[in-house]
């Protein structure tokens, strides 16, 4: 009898209005013998990896993080993967513009590029610097309460600075400067903005942008970088940008050196990286069940 593990992160923003446990798993019994549920709340901390043993297929209803967590669990493995989104933004699922309510014709297979930064795979974005910790910073209840506003009242506590001194090597060419954001772009939109028109679910290929520090600090220096960001996300990009303080380029394959231990955001989670770290993007590794 094949087997799948359902499991249903309550703490998603949007779960309360999007997931009906039993609609769902009456339509995972259409295809899988056995059908065990378990949720995540607040009294129940599921480790996912803990999840995935003994079981044919792995769903999993939540956001991008859950997502996250889900593509970490199955690798190296042959647990197929289902994914529901119900999260705040959603930005792997819109990038692919998954179906947002569950019904049987909904149901499609793709397979999609993943990220990969030294041992930890990532759907959709690997970032740090300004704005980056909102991801894994803004409380849950928060997040529930007012749904993609919750990330607004961020912005502002969050629009600082930020040097990161690092080195970038893509292929022959080195890129070794401070940035105010380090980013690896592997979906048309972050942070719930929709800028990068150059996206492909399965070519291979992805997108870094490099923000460069301003020279002043305070508020002379957030005036400097919010021209940048502005151009980044609200205009945004449908063709490679090589400029002196903003780059934005396809690879597959690059090399991330770090001068200091930073912490990244990766698919909403945080991940603490430090010293060299190789950047790839997997071509069409993902096999994922939408539903």
């Not at 480790?47 to 593509?71: F, H, P, Q």
């Not at 705040?88 to 397979?111: E, H, M, P, V, Y």
Request: net charge positive.
């Amino acid at each position: 009898m094949s087997k799948c593990k359902l499991v249903v992160n309550r703490l998603s923003g949007n779960s309360e209005k999007c997931v009906n446990v039993e609609d769902l798993t009456a339509l995972l019994r259409e295809t899988y013998g056995q059908v065990d549920v378990v949720c995540i709340d607040e009294n129940n901390d599921v480790k996912m990896r803990d999840e995935v043993d003994g079981y044919d297929a792995l769903a999993v209803c939540g956001g991008d993080g859950t997502l996250n967590s889900a593509i970490n669990a199955v690798k190296k493995k042959s647990t197929k993967l289902i994914y529901i989104p119900c999260g705040t933004l959603n930005d792997t699922a819109k990038s692919l513009r998954l179906a947002k309510k569950l019904a049987c014709g909904d149901r499609r297979i793709r397979k999609v590029d993943m990220g990969k930064i030294g041992d930890t795979m990532f759907a959709y974005v690997l970032a740090a610097g300004t704005f980056c910790e909102i991801g894994y910073t803004t409380e849950i209840k928060t997040k529930k309460h007012f749904k993609f506003f919750a990330y607004l009242l961020m912005v502002l506590k969050s629009y600082k600075v930020r040097r990161i001194r690092a080195k970038v090597t893509l292929g022959d060419r080195v890129l070794e400067d401070e940035y105010s954001l380090v980013m690896a772009i592997n979906a048309s939109r972050c942070f719930g903005f929709h800028f990068n028109k150059k996206f492909c679910h399965n070519n291979g290929i992805a997108q870094i942008l490099l923000i460069k520090s301003p020279k002043h600090n305070g508020l002379l220096g957030k005036i400097e970088i919010f021209f940048p960001f502005f151009r980044a996300f609200f205009v945004g990009f449908g063709k490679e940008y090589d400029k002196k303080n903003m780059k934005f380029l396809d690879f597959s394959k690059a090399s991330l050196e770090l001068e200091q231990s930073t912490d990244f955001t990766v698919d909403g989670e945080k991940l603490t990286l430090d010293g060299q770290n190789d950047l790839r993007i997997l071509k069409r590794e993902l096999n994922l069940v939408v539903w």
